[in-house]
């Protein structure tokens, strides 16, 4: 399995959803790529799912300062 590290800005307010019945809480995070001329940015789609979901969904918000890990 692959994992990755993700730390950046939230792109918009994370979106609480269910599928299956289970909770689900999607959001985009942007990360800063390269600089100067050269700066962009990488945006990482990224879903929690279950409690986690439902524990965070009032904290993820536009512009929010976020750390993630999890599988790719």
């Known amino acids: 399995m692959q994992t990755?590290?993700?730390?950046?800005?939230?792109g918009n307010d994370a979106e609480l959803r269910t599928v299956r019945d289970k909770p689900v809480l999607n959001f985009n995070v942007g990360v800063k790529n390269g600089f100067g001329k050269d700066a962009g940015s990488v945006w990482y789609r990224c879903a929690l799912w279950g409690n986690a979901?439902?524990?965070f969904a009032d904290?993820?918000?536009?512009?929010t300062k976020v750390f993630v890990t999890g599988a790719l």
């Open 53 to 55: 979901a439902t524990a």
């Open 4 to 10: 990755i590290t993700i730390s950046g800005n939230v």
């Open 59 to 63: 904290s993820i918000k536009k512009g």
